[in-house]
Antibody
């Protein structure tokens, strides 16, 4: 069974960089043709797709975040990461990592538990 | 971006009764390969979203058969044949045809 677990600071200061890791177990992020995504949810609100990274390292980002966003693979630790620069209060959200299907970005068959990140001034 | 619109926002339901949620997309979600790139998720209170239905009408593994998805083009429906207490939460539709992937605003299902 594939399991994903987000980790990282729960508090980030405004204008700094938000960085989160997603640890994957039960599957190898470097093989198998899967897409690994990040999705966020402002508390009490809807869901926003952030972007994905393919096992080859190819990425695609939501244009609304593209200028501030990087998603990276770390095959040595079987993790992938999210880095969002110049954060503001609008970036306060629960951040989820998720996996799509074989050769498909979606649907998201597997989700992490989510990590709440608060941006403080 | 493809805009996803769900209705209703809130849906009080009676256990044992049927329920349905509507989702409309601003563009057709029918791919040239014949598949409809529309998924349904349920987010139970305090939990991550979980996949219910993918490609319009396919139940995900472990999803009870009281859940069904239908629709074509731009209009989609999630039906629960007989609501159970464990079905409460927020239901989201999502389109996976064009990036950026986009979600509907959600429908909160609660027991009357």
């Amino acid at each position: 069974q594939v399991q994903l677990l987000e980790s990282g600071p729960g508090l980030v200061k405004s204008s700094q960089t938000l960085s989160l890791m997603c640890s994957v177990s039960g599957a190898s992020i470097s093989g198998g043709g899967y897409y690994w995504s990040w999705v966020r949810q402002v508390p009490g609100k809807g869901l926003e797709w952030i972007g994905f990274i393919y096992h080859t390292g190819t990425t695609q980002y939501n244009p609304s975040l593209k200028s501030r966003l990087s998603i990276l693979l770390d095959t040595s630790t079987n993790q992938f990461s999210l880095h969002l620069t110049s954060v503001t209060a609008a970036d306060t959200a629960v951040y989820y990592c998720a996996r799509g299907g074989l050769q498909q970005v979606s649907p998201f068959f597997f989700w992490g538990r989510g990590a709440l990140v608060t941006v403080s001034s | 971006d493809i805009v996803m619109t769900q209705s209703p926002l809130s849906l009080p339901v009676t256990p044992g009764e049927p329920a349905s949620i509507s989702c409309r997309s601003s563009q057709s979600l029918l791919h040239t390969n014949g598949y409809i790139y529309l998924d349904w998720y349920l987010q139970k209170p305090g939990q991550s979203p979980q996949l219910l239905i993918y490609l319009g009408s396919n139940r995900a593994s472990g999803v009870p058969d009281r859940f069904s998805g239908s629709g074509s083009g731009t209009d989609f429906t999630l039906r629960i044949s007989r609501v159970e207490a464990e079905d409460v939460g927020v239901y989201f539709c999502m389109q996976g045809l064009h990036a950026p992937l986009t979600f509907g605003g959600g429908t909160k299902v609660e027991i009357k």
